[in-house]
Nanobody, 127 residues
């Protein structure tokens, strides 16, 4: 099993920045892909970004491209989401996810590809 714990959420004004972290523990050697998803009130959970833990390839949702950056520190078993120029529509609970499947661009945004999930961290962007 893999355990994921997110941190770094909070309240920020529009135009501001936050960095989310996701620390993994357990069978981390079995992880090959990590991602961030988010769920706004009254909406379905949606894909934000994903990264290959082996080669560092990344995929982003169009809504965050150019503003958010996903990265990883394999030595620390941690992934990050740097969020810049935040907008009120970015307000959501952000979830970290991990997969034991090799990273593939076409599969990275698919929620069902990820068997491991964190509890989520709230990000609120005020206008």
């Amino acid at each position: 099993q893999v355990q994921l714990v997110e941190s770094g959420g909070g309240l920020v004004q529009a135009g501001g920045s936050l960095r989310l972290s996701c620390a993994a523990s357990g069978r981390t050697f079995a992880m090959y892909t990590m991602a961030w998803f988010r769920q706004a009130p009254g909406k379905e959970r949606e894909f934000v970004a994903a990264i290959s833990l082996i080669v560092g390839s990344t995929t982003y949702a169009d809504t965050v491209k150019g503003r958010f950056t996903i990265s990883r520190d394999n030595a620390k078993n941690t992934e990050y989401l740097q969020m810049n120029n935040l907008k009120p529509e970015d307000t959501a609970v952000y979830y970290c996810a991990a997969s034991n499947r090799l990273y593939q661009t076409m599969h990275a945004p698919v929620e069902n590809e990820y068997p491991y999930w964190g509890q989520g961290t709230q990000v609120t962007v005020s206008s």
